[in-house]
């Protein structure tokens, strides 16, 4: 069974450029989460969709950030325009359940750097 | 809301050695609480989990957590460190299902 693979594994643009991440879930998993770890920090919690509706969007840090999920599978996270700050590495997971104890499964993250 | 701490953002043992990472949560429910390892250029991997079912909680590669609650803590422990468990830890509460992580450890393992 195929994990959770992201695309691309890196990306490196300038300030002011748009970039659109990609997350492919495991197959079955309803939910999917978006999270980000900028260096030295923790890594946080974006969103989450179960389908393709937007459950929990708390985490987006403004609204230069747009994620998607059209018809429930695959998700797009887009930055425009993307700023200095928003360098760091956008993990994506999805699990089949959405309780408090279902683990979440993890992608190999995007490294996206702003110069 | 919760939160999590982890102590030391680096750790090393020696091959063989005791491996220890310290966890403390802040909780104001119940807490469900994770670690999850990842090594290089790979995702975040699941170690173990605690769901309240018992306090003592045996995950993969042989390693272990104990959940205390009187010390808010999960800490992780490996009783002989191997060269192949250098990689970061990362220790976590779920909130109404996302995932609050702790800032993470470096664990280097000597020869």
């Known amino acids: 069974e195929a994990g959770v693979t992201q695309f691309p594994s890196h990306s490196v643009i300038e300030k002011g450029q748009t970039v659109t991440l990609r997350c492919d879930p495991i197959s079955g998993h309803d939910n999917l989460y978006w999270y980000r770890r900028v260096m030295g920090k923790e890594i946080k919690f974006l969103l989450h969709f179960v389908k393709e509706s937007k459950q929990d969007e708390s985490g987006m840090p403004n609204n230069r950030f747009l994620a998607e999920r059209t018809g429930g599978t695959y998700s797009t996270l887009k930055v425009q325009p993307a700023e200095l700050e928003d360098s760091g590495v956008y993990f994506c997971?999805?699990?089949?359940?959405?309780?408090?104890?279902?683990?979440?499964?993890f992608g190999p993250g995007t490294r996206l750097t702003v110069l | 809301a919760q939160s999590v701490t982890q102590l030391g953002s680096h750790v090393s043992v020696s091959e063989g050695a005791l491996v220890l990472l310290r966890c403390n949560y802040s909780?104001?429910?119940?807490?469900?609480l994770f670690w999850y390892v990842q090594y290089p250029n790979q995702g975040l991997q699941l170690l173990l989990k605690?769901?309240?079912?018992?306090?003592l909680v045996k995950g993969i590669n042989g390693f272990e957590a104990e959940f205390k609650k009187s010390e808010t803590s999960f800490h992780l422990t490996k009783p002989s460190a191997h060269m192949s468990d250098a990689a970061e830890y990362f220790c976590a509460v779920s909130e109404k299902g996302k995932l609050i992580f702790g800032q993470g450890t470096e664990l280097s393992v000597k020869p």
């Open positions: 605690y769901t309240s079912a018992a306090t």
């Open positions: 909780s104001s429910v119940p807490p469900y």
């Open positions: 997971a999805s699990s089949q359940l959405a309780p408090r104890e279902a683990e979440q499964f």
